[in-house]
């Protein structure tokens, strides 16, 4: 027989909510949330569904960050079982979403179900919130969530993201921070014409090449215990009219860094900037800047998570800042302390996403004990 977690696992994968759809899991979480002690509000943006639940008033306030919203299926011919249709096979749950991160939602949620009924007293307040829009755009989501309650003075103390951080077994990795991510567009203006007359024109990847040698060569910084240095790649290069015949009149380049906190986006973009003018290269250059780095270095969070799983997996986590950016970039500037643990992600976003079955009964475990640690008046010693 299913367990609690399990159940609820699946429950929300057979909801197909590609991103921004919720497909209804947040009215299944509302439910559940509400009838365990939470006040539960819908703060839905555009086409975006969120929920915010509560339960308590005090401080410190606990929030299991999640969401609902999964990336799209690609082929179903290619899963070995209909990604929609949760299938327990060799102690595995298939299904898209199961990762990332349906089971770890399931398990956060029936975690603060035991931990209302066995804690009705507990000191400070439980939260969960949940955007059906993590994987798209993030525009209306957790960070219009964010605006709403620093309009209310609501403080998050604690920021639990129940993203897969785990490597190769439950709890070996957990994320305390993550790079800051910027992308630079850049074209470089030449002037087209034949090439057996390249003194009558300008070739703008001649022009670009030395640059972007220098640019590759770049040592940003040292990063620190925490985060690997930075890191820039040339992601994409187009030029040419598609003839052998003709030099083109313009080269785009895009380029993405993933930055520690040992430099500011403003540093590199001068820093690119100066290269750029020292190799007089008429350009124009077009920055996005995606997330600034964040990480949360230590604390209760983090003492309460580490020990939560070393005492159900025998060894503490490793602390990383892998991986790409998460909806825990919106939190983190308010002061929060933010630390993701979540499943095994190694087939996350791909095809037969799998979970293992007894990992989400061990994370809600691990959750639970988590919160005793935080919300249970710690002097009295009582859990
Ligand atoms: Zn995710």
Redesign the pocket.
């Known amino acids: 027989m299913d367990s609690p977690t399990l159940e609820l696992a699946r429950a929300l994968v057979r909801r197909p909510s590609i991103t921004p759809k919720d497909a209804g899991c947040q009215t299944l979480l509302a439910e559940r949330l509400s009838a365990a002690g939470f006040t539960v509000e819908e703060l839905p943006f555009g086409e975006v569904s969120n929920l915010w639940a509560r339960r308590g008033t005090a401080a410190p306030l606990l929030c299991f960050l999640g969401?609902t919203d999964v990336v799209p299926t690609g082929p179903e011919s290619a899963w070995s079982h209909p990604p929609f249709q949760p299938v327990v096979e060799d102690g595995y749950l298939y299904g898209r979403g199961t990762a990332?991160?349906k089971g770890s939602v399931a398990a956060f949620t029936t975690a603060v179900e035991r931990f209302a009924a066995s804690h009705p007293g507990h000191t400070g307040s439980v939260a969960v919130l949940i955007t059906s829009d993590?994987?798209g755009p993030g525009v209306d989501g957790v960070r219009r969530v964010m605006e709403t309650l620093g309009e209310r003075n609501d403080f998050i103390d604690y920021c639990l993201v129940g993203?897969?951080s785990s490597h190769d077994t439950l709890g070996d990795e957990i994320k305390v921070g993550r790079r800051g991510s910027i992308t630079g567009r850049l074209t470089v203006h030449g002037e087209q014409g034949h090439v057996a007359y390249p003194d009558a024109a300008f070739n703008p990847i001649h022009a670009a090449a030395p640059a972007l040698a220098e640019l590759i060569d770049i040592r940003w910084d040292e990063g620190d215990e925490l985060f690997p240095p930075t890191t820039l790649q040339i992601s994409n290069i187009h030029a040419g009219t598609g003839a052998d015949n003709v030099i083109p009149g313009e080269a785009e380049v895009v380029f993405n860094l993933r930055y520690s906190p040992a430099i500011t986006a403003a540093g590199i973009q001068e820093r690119v900037g100066a290269l750029l003018q020292r190799h007089r290269l008429p350009h124009t250059l077009e920055w996005r800047h995606s997330g600034s780095p964040f990480v949360t270095r230590g604390g209760a969070l983090v003492e309460a998570i580490s020990a939560a799983v070393e005492r159900r997996t025998g060894s503490a986590p490793i602390r990383s800042t892998g991986g790409g950016t998460?909806d825990g970039r919106f939190v983190a500037p308010t002061g929060s302390e933010v630390v993701e643990l979540g499943p095994v992600g190694a087939t996350?976003h791909k095809v037969n996403e799998r979970v293992a079955a007894a990992d989400l009964d061990a994370l809600s475990e691990i959750y639970e004990d988590i919160l005793r640690r935080l919300l249970v008046d710690r002097s009295a010693g009582s859990y």
Do not use: G, R
């Open positions: 969401h990332d991160m993590e994987e993203e897969p998460s996350i």
